[in-house]
């Protein structure tokens, strides 16, 4: 495979959810790719469309939800270029926790109460991985979970409910990488974790990512581990891409109007309650249609171009784009 190839290439992909109301357009042709070995953040407001455009890389839509449009290549090393949208169920399942896994969010409840995790660990490997090899499951196993800081004998000879909330999330890491996968989804990774455990859980994913060599993505809405964990900040507003920047440039100079709300809505430990600042205005309603950009109700840099044309992603400065006809006019000398 040509190293020059993303590992993950989503290009123009829409998903719609049908709804008694019509249907939701929960993404809308968003595109960005994830090289080999490297950590991407997707950011953005609760109901953007991050969560639905993770599942849909494993192929693990609700009933109700579809892709209307567009493609999902995966390029493994040592393997062929795929398109995971055009893929059956069939198909799909060998690259699940072989070559992709996800980590939903809050999936310490996914453990099977009633059984020790070593069954756990064996169950995953019966189902994805052949040939099926017991023995030699269990040793991967306790040097996984050595490798995230536990003494692998007592977590897999345990109850979920014996561990505590970080002892399970190193287990799910653990039991993620079971299979060696290429490419690591996250979605709020250190969600209900105290902040001591959630310090622990970044240091070992950047540990784990540079030592087992995976590529990373996570979704959140904390920009405050953005930094800690990523190369690549994309950031998502109402299903579409309105940003795709190297995570030092975001934070330095953030191009699209939302990304510059984001980042100035949190909050200073020296900052009053009257100096808190929020985006104005509500996210709209998916089901129905807008003309324009979706942001421009919220927008202080909204003009009339922005009421009636859709903003492109464009590329904005040195391996940057934004989606912004204010910021197209300035960067291209058309304003």
């Given at each position: 495979?040509?190293?020059?190839?993303?590992?993950?290439?989503?290009?123009?992909?829409?998903i719609?959810?049908?709804?008694?109301?019509?249907?939701?357009?929960?993404?809308?042709?968003?595109?960005?790719?994830?090289?080999?070995?490297?950590?991407?953040?997707?950011?953005?407001?609760?109901?953007?469309?991050?969560?639905?455009?993770?599942?849909?890389?494993?192929r693990?839509?609700?009933?109700n939800?579809?892709?209307?449009?567009?493609?999902?290549?995966?390029?493994?090393?040592?393997?062929?270029?795929?398109?995971?949208?055009?893929?059956?169920?069939?198909?799909?399942?060998?690259?699940?926790?072989?070559?992709?896994?996800?980590?939903?969010?809050?999936?310490?409840?996914s453990?099977?109460?009633?059984?020790?995790?070593?069954?756990?660990?064996l169950?995953?490997?019966?189902?994805?991985?052949?040939?099926?090899?017991p023995?030699?499951?269990?040793v991967?196993?306790?040097?996984?979970?050595?490798?995230?800081?536990?003494?692998?004998?007592?977590?897999l000879?345990s109850?979920?409910?014996?561990?505590?909330?970080?002892?399970?999330?190193?287990?799910?890491?653990?039991l993620?990488?079971l299979?060696?996968?290429q490419?690591?989804?996250?979605?709020?990774p250190?969600?209900?974790?105290d902040?001591?455990?959630?310090?622990?859980?970044?240091?070992?994913?950047?540990e784990?990512?540079?030592s087992?060599?995976?590529?990373?993505?996570?979704?959140?809405?904390?920009?405050?581990?953005?930094?800690?964990?990523?190369?690549?900040?994309?950031t998502?507003?109402a299903?579409?891409?309105?940003?795709?920047?190297p995570?030092k440039?975001?934070?330095?100079?953030?191009?699209?109007?939302?990304?510059?709300g984001?980042?100035?809505?949190?909050p200073?430990?020296?900052?009053?309650?009257?100096?808190?600042?929020s985006?104005?205005?509500?996210?709209?309603d998916?089901?129905?249609?807008?003309?324009?950009?979706l942001?421009?109700?919220?927008?202080?840099l909204?003009?009339q171009?922005?009421?009636t044309?859709v903003?492109?992603?464009?590329?904005?400065?040195?391996?940057?784009w934004?989606?912004?006809?204010?910021?197209?006019?300035?960067t291209?000398?058309?304003?």
């Amino acid at each position: 495979m040509d190293t020059h190839t993303p590992l993950l290439d989503i290009q123009n992909i829409s998903i719609h959810y049908h709804t008694k109301r019509g249907n939701l357009a929960a993404v809308h042709q968003a595109s960005f790719s994830i090289d080999h070995q490297t950590s991407v953040a997707v950011i953005g407001e609760s109901g953007c469309g991050k969560t639905t455009l993770a599942t849909s890389i494993v192929r693990m839509l609700s009933r109700n939800a579809s892709i209307t449009e567009g493609s999902i290549w995966f390029s493994p090393k040592g393997g062929e270029r795929r398109d995971l949208v055009a893929l059956n169920e069939q198909q799909m399942r060998p690259l699940r926790w072989n070559s992709i896994v996800m980590m939903f969010q809050a999936s310490q409840s996914s453990f099977n109460p009633v059984s020790k995790i070593y069954t756990q660990f064996l169950d995953t490997a019966k189902a994805h991985e052949n040939p099926y090899e017991p023995e030699k499951v269990l040793v991967r196993a306790k040097k996984l979970l050595e490798l995230v800081y536990l003494d692998g004998e007592t977590v897999l000879n345990s109850y979920p409910h014996e561990l505590s909330g970080g002892m399970k999330q190193r287990t799910l890491i653990a039991l993620a990488l079971l299979l060696n996968p290429q490419l690591v989804i996250l979605d709020e990774p250190t969600t209900a974790l105290d902040l001591i455990t959630q310090k622990k859980i970044l240091r070992l994913l950047n540990e784990l990512r540079s030592s087992q060599g995976f590529s990373m993505m996570f979704i959140t809405h904390d920009l405050g581990i953005v930094t800690q964990l990523s190369d690549r900040v994309v950031t998502m507003y109402a299903g579409t891409v309105v940003e795709n920047s190297p995570t030092k440039a975001f934070f330095a100079d953030p191009k699209h109007p939302y990304s510059k709300g984001l980042l100035k809505a949190i909050p200073s430990l020296d900052a009053s309650f009257e100096q808190l600042y929020s985006i104005p205005g509500a996210t709209p309603d998916l089901v129905e249609k807008m003309e324009g950009c979706l942001f421009a109700p919220r927008c202080e840099l909204c003009h009339q171009r922005c009421k009636t044309e859709v903003p492109r992603l464009l590329k904005v400065g040195e391996d940057r784009w934004a989606a912004c006809h204010a910021l197209e006019e300035v960067t291209h000398g058309t304003r």
